[in-house]
T-cell receptor, first 112, second 114 residues
């Protein structure tokens, strides 16, 4: 079957580093996505990993291990505006190339 | 400018009525999606389409219907069979293949049953 898990909530301090984990199970895999969603708004794309390893984009980095079905999003130098929900998603779920399945999201609260 | 547009932004429906949510994209994307989001929850897949005139059910398709007569358009009908339709509905699109494979989202339609 298909399954994707993330922690429900996390709290971190402004200026710190936080790691948000995501584990998944699927019979078909075509990449792992991370999105940011502020309350009441549409998700916006952060990163995409299809090969194992770390992808870095400014303050945000994302890591993928396909053999372990595991990914994480790393946020550095946290700012108050980073308070949002972070969604991981995998593509190619169940062997369907374009089926895109999201996790429930991790609500990150950044405190002063 | 290219993008994906949902309308209306807010929609009120009486119980027993069908309503149709619009989703249009001019990004030349092959794949389009409809998701439902309830308060404090993630995105649940309702339907998706990989090409014109073809679509597949997602995890919560019951009470919903879609069509894909044009590449640019993927409307969602919430039927009276959907018992709890109040939610935030998001449409997305992406290229079917290639390095730029992230999905782009519309701004969403907030549906409320009154």
């Amino acid at each position: 079957g298909q399954n994707i898990d993330q922690p429900t909530e996390m709290t971190a301090t402004e200026g710190a580093i936080v790691q948000i984990n995501c584990t998944y199970q699927t019979s078909g895999f075509n990449g792992l996505f991370w999105y940011q969603q502020h309350a009441g708004e549409a998700p916006t794309f952060l990163s995409y990993n299809v090969l194992d390893g770390l992808e870095e984009k400014g303050r945000f980095s994302s890591f993928l291990s396909r053999s372990k079905g595991y990914s994480y999003l790393l946020l550095k130098e946290l700012q108050m505006k980073d308070s949002a929900s972070y969604l991981c998603a995998f593509g190619g779920a169940g062997g369907a190339t374009n089926k895109l399945i999201f996790g429930t999201g991790t609500l990150l609260a950044v405190q002063p | 400018d290219g993008g994906i547009t949902q309308s209306p932004k807010y929609l009120f429906r009486k119980e027993g009525q069908n309503v149709t949510l619009s989703c249009e994209q001019n990004l030349n994307h092959d794949a389009m999606y409809w998701y439902r989001q309830d308060p404090g929850q993630g995105l649940r897949l309702i339907y998706y389409s990989q090409i014109v005139n073809d679509f597949q059910k997602g995890d919560i398709a019951e009470g919903y219907s879609v069509s894909r007569e044009k590449k640019e358009s993927f409307p969602l009908t919430v039927t009276s069979a959907q018992k709890n339709p109040t939610a935030f509905y998001l449409c997305a699109s992406k290229k079917a293949r290639g390095p730029d494979t992230e999905a782009f989202f519309g701004q969403g339609t907030r549906l409320t049953v009154v």
